[in-house]
């Protein structure tokens, strides 16, 4: 069965993660009748023949558009105006949903007041590493993400794209927004399973999580964070001074 909303998935180097889930596409219940694939690859990603069968048999469109060393939010942000339906789901590379995600979360937009569904994601750990990892970072309950949400396209008018100089923290940036402009958004009864921890080690996650903050430093809804590492220090600070 077809549903009218564009499915966006930015894609940079990861041709084995994006088969993986566009295969996935086809246990579910329902199916976008459109998919846009921002792809930012060195090399540009071909669809499989097998792929390209189900799409065509389904009456599904797909769009691939290739464009070099684009970070998240810019890729984003070119799904976004390519898309050709109201409605927009977001899905990364390393997410898979629930078969009846697409198809539970669209009933709620029967209400014409919901602008769109939160997406969560629950982050899969595979030895005591990760579990250690998951248990310091995201912790074992799903964690309310981007991936996973399903919007109304003119929802971007009111909040605006998603900032597009960043390689990290766009997508909390762009839900901070969303509240602050006090979005009707819903919960999803699903959660979507993050593979991404797996083949992860010290030195790979002490690398990412670095990145990720110093990119995500510059955004405006981390100011909290700051605020409180400031103070903190300013208080340690005294106390030493003073004795």
Same mark, same amino acid.
């Given at each position: 069965? @077809?549903?009218?909303?564009?499915?966006?998935?930015?894609?940079?180097?990861?041709?084995? #993660?994006?088969?993986?889930?566009?295969?996935?596409?086809?246990?579910?219940?329902?199916?976008?009748?459109?998919?846009?694939?921002?792809?930012?690859? @060195?090399?540009?990603?071909?669809?499989?023949?097998?792929?390209?069968?189900?799409?065509?048999?389904?009456?599904?469109?797909?769009? $691939?558009?290739?464009?070099?060393?684009? %970070?998240?939010?810019?890729?984003? =942000? !070119?799904?976004?105006?390519?898309?050709?339906?109201?409605?927009?789901?977001?899905?990364?590379? &390393? *997410?898979?949903?629930?078969? @009846?995600?697409?198809?539970?979360?669209?009933?709620?937009?029967?209400?014409?007041?919901?602008?769109?569904?939160?997406?969560? *994601?629950? %982050?899969?750990? +595979?030895?005591?590493?990760?579990?250690?990892?998951?248990?310091? *970072?995201?912790?074992?309950?799903?964690?309310? *993400?981007?991936?996973?949400? !399903? $919007?109304?396209?003119?929802?971007?008018?009111?909040?605006?794209?998603?900032?597009?100089?960043?390689?990290?923290?766009?997508? /909390?940036?762009?839900?901070?927004?969303?509240?602050? #402009?006090? &979005? =009707?958004?819903?919960?999803? #009864?699903?959660?979507?399973?993050?593979?991404?921890?797996?083949?992860?080690? &010290?030195?790979?996650?002490?690398?990412?999580? +670095?990145?990720?903050?110093?990119?995500? /430093?510059? &955004?405006? +809804?981390?100011?909290? #964070?700051?605020?409180? +590492?400031? %103070?903190?220090?300013?208080?340690?600070?005294?106390?030493?001074?003073? =004795?």
């Amino acid at each position: 069965m @077809n549903e009218k909303v564009s499915l966006v998935i930015p894609c940079q180097n990861a041709k084995t #993660h994006i088969f993986i889930l566009l295969d996935n596409i086809q246990s579910w219940k329902s199916y976008p009748n459109e998919i846009v694939i921002i792809d930012s690859s @060195n090399i540009p990603l071909e669809i499989k023949d097998s792929l390209n069968d189900f799409f065509q048999l389904n009456k599904i469109i797909i769009k $691939i558009i290739h464009k070099k060393n684009l %970070y998240p939010g810019a890729a984003r =942000n !070119i799904g976004i105006k390519e898309s050709s339906n109201s409605i927009i789901a977001f899905l990364d590379v &390393l *997410t898979l949903p629930d078969k @009846n995600w697409l198809s539970t979360s669209l009933l709620e937009f029967k209400d014409d007041s919901i602008d769109g569904v939160w997406g969560f *994601t629950q %982050y899969e750990a +595979y030895n005591r590493f990760q579990e250690i990892i998951r248990a310091a *970072t995201y912790g074992v309950l799903p964690v309310k *993400t981007l991936p996973g949400s !399903i $919007i109304r396209k003119n929802s971007f008018f009111q909040s605006g794209l998603f900032v597009e100089s960043t390689r990290a923290g766009e997508d /909390s940036d762009w839900m901070a927004r969303a509240n602050l #402009h006090d &979005l =009707n958004f819903k919960n999803s #009864h699903f959660a979507n399973s993050y593979s991404g921890l797996k083949d992860l080690n &010290l030195i790979s996650l002490i690398h990412k999580w +670095y990145r990720n903050y110093l990119y995500g /430093s510059k &955004l405006p +809804y981390l100011n909290a #964070h700051k605020d409180i +590492y400031f %103070y903190a220090a300013g208080i340690f600070l005294i106390v030493v001074a003073f =004795n």
